[in-house]
């Protein structure tokens, strides 16, 4: 019996998972899902990096880098901070460079690993496995008690359990809102509706409400569905993956034919002895045996299931692991293909361009055009003089006051008004003259270049027209 058998095997049992989604019924019903507590190494590994992920969440809003937020994304007033560094709708283009770039890993990254991002870092997960189920698990105790409760009639235990587990996930859902509202409009303004009185700000309490109901309503209810029919990377798995992608997979060479475990093994009988844990601790209540499907989040619980289950029976673990389907067949197990090496160098280019546009990018942004409608004229001794007007985007959180020179060609600038002083986070507008004598002029139009300075430091160089006389 060679790997394709097996496949058709593995699959035989239950082709109907090809219809539907798990979680529907033949009559198009929600199956709720009480997925079995996991446990072992994988389950350990994601509960210490969800910590992590936890704490930078609900502490993203309060870090500072230089005094700045780590992260802020003002849509409202178009203000955005990144690691301390302030990006206006001037810097569009690098957003966009960014987003291309994000896409591009995106797509790179899920056709050699799969859906690692779902089941490790994905919010989505972590907050409905790591946060929302625990708490679950730890009120109403692991599956089987969870749909005793759910079948038992109403009773004092019951209404206790259900209201003190809604209690708590609406305050979750409140407290993930508010974190949410605070990388909008900054920690120190959510600070300070928090301590306002609370009739002041009426109507962002009743939107902060609808986004918390929202929220609660995704992690008490709609859960494992936000994956399989609303979330678009997971639609987009089909055309992503492919048969050298590194899923979890069921290793069907060697746990096919599955059967019961039996005092005297059989030879002919594979590895799996068809006990369904596997399928009991899934959270999208799938059976991973028929290979990779939509609604497999990665989450790793079928890892540890069966690998407790193999331990147990004194056989080797990882019949469930991260392999591609190709790997499975074949025995090959290098994780990095030649494509793997291929894409990862596309993307590290592309990493390496927007790191280097971040890190030149200036921070301040001038621009100099001759003043609207204005005519060059002569001044004694053969002086052209145009006006200018200028302005200045201060991309920073310090005062700078800018200076102009001309460097070429030889000629005066001459500033109308105050010197040019730009607050922090400021647009700053201007006036100057350029005089140029007259036998520097190439024609009727003239290329200029003034360069900007902060202090000593030259922080741009712009280049722009001057008009005078045709030379005789
Ligand atoms: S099949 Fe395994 S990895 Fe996929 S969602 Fe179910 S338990 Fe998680
Ligand atoms: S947990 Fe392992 S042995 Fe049990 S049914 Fe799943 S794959 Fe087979």
Redesign the pocket.
Known sequence: MDSKDNLKLANQDSAGYRDRVATIDEDGKRTWIY?KK?KGKYYNYRTWLSYVLLFLMFAGPFMRVNSQPVLLLNILERKFIILGMAFWPQDFHLFVIAMITGVVAILLFTSIFGRLFC?WVCPQTVFMEMLFRKIEYFIEGDASNQRKLDRQALNIEKIFKKTIKHVIFFALSFLIGNTLLAYIIGSDELIHIITDPINSHMQGLMVMMLFSLAFYYVFSQFR?QACTMVCPYGRFQSVLLDDRSIV?SYDFVRGEPRGKLEKHPNSEKGDCIDCGH??D????????RNGT?L?????????D?CDNIMTKIGREPNL?RYASSYGIETGETKIMTSRAYGYSAILIILIAVLSLLLFTRSDVEASILRAAGSLYYELPSKVIRNLYTVKVVNKTFDVMPIRFELAEPEGNIVIQGNAIIVEPQQIGKGQFFVDLKHQELTGYRTTIVIDVFFGDRKIETVHTNFMGPENE
Do not use: F, K, S, Y
Request: aromatic letters at 0%.
């Open positions: 997925p996991p089941g494992e979890i596997c399928i601790v899934c959270p999208t209540g799938i059976d991973i499907q609604e497999c989040v990665n989450c790793t619980a079928c890892m299931a469930i």
